[in-house]
């Protein structure tokens, strides 16, 4: 745990490499070339720039092409080149005035401060949300957008650039290794909970936000990628959608009833610990309302720690969520077996 | 942006920068290299981690899910393999994520943007769970299980592996029209824990894992400007290769037991979404789904004369949704939405048990009372109006209703707990937002419910009960209160708060879920140091109480034999972090994470009234602590502009004094290990290389 990140010998000649880089391709420069003086007048004949990603780019890449603006490489913008929307042979694809605008305000400064694009997609507020994500909207309406409008994120005011970062190479919204960082900054109880001792394993990666839920609006509830939860659940827990003969009512309404999917400090990612979670909806006829305890017995008598223990009214109910096993005593029909 | 892919560049940057600067560069070779680097940004390119990682401590917990849960070494390799033919739009991507781990998982894609692509992926991960099982069960592994409590004990680990496999296709077909399929399977196999019991005997079995689920897809869509649809069929299947466990020498009338029936589902659906020129749209969704279990019983049914051999189980569900938003004048926002869900169980009812005469003494020795199976139906209908109007001074109104009626069939005979056919919830939502300025966002909303419905139809199991609000249809009242606020003061500070406030109160009967009070606040900022540091902070908890009384009834037949008590159940979740990330040098990003999370749950019990002795007053449980610390650093030094080396060391600490496995025996004399504490730590070294 407290060992240096690296051995000291391999750590130097690592640093140390780059340095010995730069230097020979420094020297190189200096040998191969002429000194001159005049490079920087590179730097601002911008009215040569020519186009870099797509036709007609170059009223933008002129001043925002990433390489040596330490302002502009705060933002960078040719990184799009790598994505979808970079892929010109696609017709489709936009160009920048498409998303941002003529801009001619922004082009032609005046006075000291150069006003936004006419389409800014920053983290400063705007003011109509609805309207600024018509832009995005105009191509991407359908599908699994198809219910954005009345998604709970667009009725909260969300714009599409709260999550997406269309000019990053890897979008953190659309990348299974950044997504649930993303969700969990305004989620914020869920930060806790996904690193509760039972979990599904979303800190991994194998399984993360966009698995389960659409933030784009469903036809489901709570935007579920399927139409309920119970849909939902069911695409990993095929075993529990039955219809069994006998079947657990709060099972067949909402998995969420029992479960915390997000994650709990009670095995089965149960939402409290047994009995008290059963007592939540159970009569307290026999031994239904007894009251939990350690006195280490195995019995469903007051105090039980079979009750409490291990898992608790599990531990008979075995097969809770329902069964079809048209046998006897011990019956069925209460998930014994 | 993920720097990851301009590092590289920015100390090939420097360079340049210090050419200039001390005049060695021509402006012709700066525009030179600078134009390849524009290229370099700009060009998908393919990257490779090669590396290796050591864990050291008992890491049982922290690598559950990935395979990093002993003191070993461990391979490190990632791949990106990423192509594009500029001049057709046709991309090929071949991605391998954790390929030296148990979480692993390879993606082959290929298309031509725009017209065609198909996709191949794979995976598998492995849970292995943390528990440590002593136990003399014989046949672990097999569905064929034999219980001794007699048998030499020994440690199993248990675990279940997740195999998928998943491909699909798409093509753009003229005019708009999109054509898909897709398919995934994901086999599992492995074991856990399981169990049987009875009043005084409660034994340690393992569930034996093999089973497959399936789930394929065919759809259309076509969208243009005005009118969006998809449209298609979608189905699914589940099989337990191992539907039957047999158990020997436990309780004998539990054997055999029924593992999960194989079922499958078949699903037509249809939606759409229409433009009102730049003001409105509504969208549909209309679908329609079969569920059937039919596999055959692993035992025949008890009742003499019942031949049936399978559950005829059959479950139709129809769901209609629709929804409309409006922009009727330029500050009003108008909102609203319709679901019906109807699940309708079909399922052949047939008596399967023997019959008894429900008797307060005699109906838990027997089997099912009326034996006949029991078919769940539900309707779901909701609906929601929502209005947004702008106010003057950056004010904006929002105001909501909604209302939700679900319906359920009630068993004519057999209940063990009071129903409702009906409940019915309304809830009203106001919230007044304010722009304070462009940076400054703050709203405040309440939120007020209310849930009813129709009158009990009683437990016909005891007439000591029917006092209970279950929790799934008692009534109830919701209060909420939500404060947020966004604050952007300037370019480097970002400043979040979030804070919810809310109360359920439960009434009209004497048992269950009295109340729920909810607390959470949470606290985020950023701050951008300078040009090359960063760093974020949070702060969060959430308190739950959770309020519910019962009573303990020993026997059923003497009403008066009972201890009325009282359960408050308070968690408590707190938790902070810290981040910092800085790229010190061009070539070198430093980054550094930590995070802490305390749960706390304390059970209050006590006794309220009853007529019991003292021997029957129950005493409070154990508080349960679970505190986990997660500190990430890592270190990435740019080599070339093609190159570098990443470094990673986590170190993952738990603490918890859950004591849900102390002092517990199972009757055949399992025992089951919780680790309480972990200190485990990862160390990882990899080398990447990327190319165009």
Known sequence: ???????????????????????????????????????????????????????????????????????????????????????????????????????????????????????????????????????????????????????THSRRDMV?????????????????????????????????????????????GTMVCIDCHNPHGSAGPKMMVKDSVNDTCYTCHMDYRGPFLWSHPAVRQDCSLCHNPHGSTVAGLLKLRPPFLCQQCHEPANHRGNFPGLNNAKTNAPGSSA??????????????????????????TRFRR | MSRAYTRPLLQFTAVLVSGLASGSLLAQDYEKIANELRMDL???????????????????????????????????????????????????????NNLGLDNRQLRLEHQQQGDWAYYLDTGHYRFRDPRVFNTGLAGVGTASLTVSAAAPKRTIDLGVAHDSFAAGFRKFVIGGLELRASFKQDERSGDRAYGQGTPGTINFLTEAIDRVTRQWELTASYADKTLQLTGGYSGSSFQNKLPR?????????????AAPPSNQ??????????????????????????????????????????????????????LAYADLTLRPADRLDLSAQLRFEDRDDQSRVAQYLTPAVPTATTSLATAGITGFNIPRSLKQLKGMLEAGYQLDDGYRLVAGLEHEQIRRNVPFQYRRIAYRERTDETQARVEIKRMLSETLNGGLAFIHGYRGGSEYVPDTYSQATNQLNSLIWADRQRDKLRLSADWIPDEDWSLQFRGDLGSDRYSGRNLGPRKGDTLLFSADAAYQISSKWQTHAWLSQERILVEQATRSDINPATVGDNVLWQASVRNTTTALGFGLKGRPKANLELGADLSIAADAARHGLQRTGGSGTDALTPTSLPDYVYRHLTLKLHADHALDRHSGIRGEIIIDRMRTNDWTWQGWTYSDGTTVTLPERQNAAFLGITYYHRMR
């Not at chain 1, 969990?184 to 869920?190: R, T």
């Not at chain 1, 109910?317 to 006897?328: K, L, V, Y």
């Not at chain 2, 899910?65 to 046709?90: F, I, M």
């Not at chain 2, 979404?273 to 059937?292: C, M, Q, V, W």
Request: proline share 6%; charged share 20%.
């Open chain 2, 42 to 96: 700009a060009t998908p390119d393919t990257r490779i981690d090669v590396g290796v990682g050591m864990v050291s401590g008992d890491a049982r917990r922290f690598g559950a899910y990935s395979g990093l849960n002993s003191e070993s070494a461990y391979g490190l390799l990632n791949l990106n393999l990423v192509r594009r033919d500029d001049a057709t739009g046709t991309w090929f991507r071949l991605k391998g």
């Open chain 2, 245 to 257: 466990i047999d158990i020997a020498g436990g309780i004998a009338t539990f054997s055999p037991t």
């Open chain 2, 265 to 318: 589902a078949h699903k037509f659906h249809l939606s759409g979404g229409y433009n009102f020129g730049e003001t409105g749209r509504s969208t549909f969704k209309l679908s329609r789904s079969i569920a059937k279990q039919d596999s055959v019983f692993v035992t025949p049914p008890t009742l003499a004369g019942n031949r049936e051999t399978s559950p005829g189980g059959r479950e139709v569900t129809t």
């Open chain 1, 160 to 204: 599409c650039s709260n999550c997406h970062q269309i000019h990053a190479a890897s979008d953190r919204a659309t990348t299974r290794a950044t997504v649930v960082a993303m969700c969990i900054s305004c989620h914020a109880e869920k930060r806790a909970q996904i690193n509760r001792p039972y979990r599904h394993p979303i800190v991994e």
């Open chain 1, 307 to 332: 009750l409490t223990q291990a898992r608790g009214c599990l531990n008979c109910h075995t097969n809770i969520h329902g069964g079809s096993h048209p046998a006897n005593a011990p019956n069925s």
């Open chain 1, 1 to 151: 745990m407290n060992a240096p990140l690296f051995p000291m010998g391999l750590r130097q000649a690592w640093f140390a490499l780059p340095r010995f880089l730069a230097c020979a391709l420094a020297v190189a420069a200096l040998v191969q070339a002429p000194a001159v003086t005049a490079a920087a007048s590179s730097k601002s004949g911008k009215s040569e720039a020519k186009d870099i990603l797509r036709t007609g780019d170059a009223r933008c890449t002129r001043c925002h092409n990433d390489v040596s603006d330490d302002e502009i490489e705060a933002y960078p913008v040719l990184p799009i080149g790598r994505t979808k929307h970079g892929t010109v042979a696609d017709s489709r694809t936009p160009t920048c005035v498409a998303c941002h605008g003529e801009s001619e305000t922004h082009l032609k400064q005046v006075g000291t401060e150069r006003p936004l694009p006419e389409r800014p997609y920053g983290k400063k507020a705007v003011a109509d949300p609805k309207a600024h994500n018509k832009t995005c909207l105009g191509c991407h309406e359908g599908d699994k957008l198809m219910h954005w409008a009345s998604g």
